[in-house]
Each structure stands twice: as structure tokens, then as C-alpha cells.
């Protein structure tokens, strides 16, 4: 099953799937793996394991600060890959997806970092800064594999422009929320709700939001105009502030309001 069929199934039981994100070696692999067992044991759908990198331009201060003490800590892309394999076997019941930034793929070698996520169990990548005309490669090597290339549609898109993105990516489309970068607080209104009936107009894939989800309340608003909320940040924050342990609770609060009855 790949991943688009993967959450469509899901869609039946839920009315919003979560996607969680976090970036390895920050504070700790040891800290990543008790994150993600938390996150899968209370009903977390798809993890973006994010292989950090110098410098992430999509991300805000909070994860640009992991990104970089993840780095000055020694991880490796190995090291990532190697962790990714493990939570893929560990915890099956959810669908983890590599995000990065496309100098890491195409240093390590675009075909070769590929097919070994493929070999480990990742069903798919976001990679923000690779836009679909310059990644016919990618988009190729990762479709021969099985795994989903997420494209992204942002406010800014034009309805021709989303079509198109669309028709070349794969899993979900990931619906930047707002203008800028990670971290920043998102408020459901008008604009919003337009944008994303554009999204849905635009595409059959299932839609992710992202960029300021961060409680039920912002989980809850995308009911009926999305399929997938995406928290990133305020995990992180929350794992700064409480530690790892109060992950589980925090997954369960946005659970709470996606069950279907």
C-alpha cells in the first residue's frame, strides 16, 4: 500500500490525521527515539524525521537552533539513516517520511539516498527547497521506489501553478499555511478557508497543513477543509520545556478531536 492509499484508509476512521515532525540528534537520538514512541503510542499517522542540515530555509528559529546543535553534535547522515531504520521497524503503524533539504540528497548521491530509504521503510520525502523543475530526477528515482515526493502549494499559488505541482507529486500535498517560515502562529480565517478550497480544488491527493498548528483548537479548524495537520514546533518547544515524557499527553490532547463517531 503506498502512501496516498495509506491515508485515505485512515480518513475512514479519522476526520484529521496528525503529522508530527522532529529533527534527529537534536537534543538527542536517545531523546528522538523516546519522542517517537510517545508520538506513535498515542495515535501520531506520519513522523517527518527532518536529516538536519546547515541551512534550512523554511524553518524558523526554534528549528534552525536544532538543526545546528544537532550538527555541531557530530550527526551524520549515516546516523540518520541508520536511526530511521530502526523507528520504521519499531513502529510500523506509522508512516515516516525523510525532510531535508536537496544539497543533503544529491551529496550523499540523489539514486543511492533513494533507494536506501526505500530499503528502511520510508514512504516518502518533503524536501522544500527542490521545486518541481529542477527535480526531475527526484521525482522519477522516488516514484520507481514506491515513495511519495510531497509537493508543496503555498497562498501564493496560482490554480494553474497547484494543478500542476500536483500532478507531479505523490502521498499528500503540503499546504503551506501562511507566508514565512516555521514556528509562527497561524489563525484560521477567510483567507484561509479560501486558500485552502483551492487546495482541495486543485488536487485528489490528501491535504497537510502546516507552519502554526500547534493545539486541538488549531487541529480541529481544518475539519472538513483538510486531511492532515502538521505540528512541528511546539513539539519541539514542548520536549525544551517538559521533556519527552510529556509528548504522549500532548499527542492525545490533538488526537482527541479527530476521531469519527
Known sequence: MNLQQDLQQRLRRKSVLLMTHLVLGY????????????????????????????????????ILKANQDALAAG??????????????????QVNFLFMTYCNIAFRYGLANF????????????????????????????SKEQGLAPVMFFTPTSTDERMADVAKQGGGFIYCVARKGVTGQRT?????????????RKATDLPLAVGFGIANREDVAMLEGKADMAVIGTATIKLVDREGAAAVGTFIRSLAGSTAMS
Open 27 to 62: 537534543p538527542s537520538l536517545a531523546v528522538n527515539r523516546e519522542v517517537i514512541r510517545q508520538m506513535a503510542e498515542n495515535g501520531v499517522d506520519c513522523i517527518e524525521l527532518q536529516i538536519p542540515f546547515s541551512e534550512p530555509m523554511a524553518d524558523g528559529p526554534m
Open 75 to 92: 550527526i551524520t547522515v549515516q546516523d540518520c539513516l541508520a536511526f530511521a531504520a530502526e523507528a520504521a521497524r519499531d513502529f510500523p
Open 114 to 141: 533513494i533507494q536506501r530509504s526505500a530499503e528502511i521503510g520510508i514512504k516518502g520525502f518533503i524536501i522544500p527547497d527542490l521545486p518541481p523543475e529542477e527535480g526531475a530526477d527526484y521525482l522519477r528515482l
Open 187 to 199: 489563525e484560521m480565517d477567510n483567507n484561509l478557508t479560501g486558500y485552502l478550497a483551492r487546495c
